[in-house]
Nanobody, 116 residues
């Protein structure tokens, strides 16, 4: 069973940046759909960004469009979420999700806190 390893969360001030990473040791990323979700306290998990296996179909939620960017490095079997101009409302636990066509696998989650 695939294991997704996330990193890059932390505490930042409004306007700062973070880059989240998600890797799958031992699995190939090139033929998988990838996504980042987040869940804030008391709220449902929401889709933030998604990237199809072909690298051409990309989605960013309206709330993060222009500030966040999903990308991949197939050679490193890693998917990234670059987050710029962070806002307090971006505070949440962020989860990566990868689907190799056999169902979604989830990372353990990484906390992002944006606070002055």
């Amino acid at each position: 069973q695939a294991q997704l390893v996330e990193s890059g969360g932390g505490l930042v001030q409004p306007g700062e940046s973070l880059r989240l990473s998600c890797s799958a040791p031992g699995r190939t990323f090139s033929k998988s759909d990838k996504a980042w979700f987040r869940q804030a306290p008391g709220k449902e998990r929401e889709l933030v960004a998604a990237l199809r296996w072909n690298g051409e179909d990309i989605y960013h939620a309206d709330s993060v469009k222009g500030r966040f960017t999903i990308s991949r490095d197939n050679a490193k079997n890693t998917v990234y979420l670059e987050m710029n101009n962070l806002k307090p409302e971006d505070t949440a636990v962020y989860y990566c999700s990868v689907d190799w066509g056999e169902g979604n696998y989830w990372g353990q989650g990484t906390q992002v806190t944006v606070s002055a």
